[in-house]
């Protein structure tokens, strides 16, 4: 491959059976929006890039906005981005804490 190549296009759960190890972000934007069923994936190989770039797109009646997020693998796990440990900390953080801010 010397070029960006879409390798799958179909719904949140069909990327989950054929990519399980690398649709995680798609199948937490499905879960948080309309469902796997209605929410469509494309995973694109890129020889040229060395890092996971998740592109979201959401379309509705009243506007559209488009998120492109770079995450650079994590030095000790390349399968895995430096983001994640971070968010783990912070989600288990937020477990047990007795106050919140946000939703």
Known sequence: MTAPTVIFT???DEAA???PANTNVAAALALA???PARTDVRVIADP???RNIHTITVEADSA???ATIEIV???ENPRSGQL???S?????RDLVSPIRIGS
């Open 17 to 19: 059976i054929a990519f």
């Open 48 to 50: 040229a890039v060395d």
């Open 33 to 35: 929006g309309l469902g």
């Open 88 to 92: 783990i900390v912070a989600c288990l």
């Open 73 to 75: 693998p994590n030095a």
């Open 10 to 12: 179909g719904t949140a």
């Open 84 to 86: 994640t440990p971070r």
């Open 64 to 66: 559209r906005f488009t």
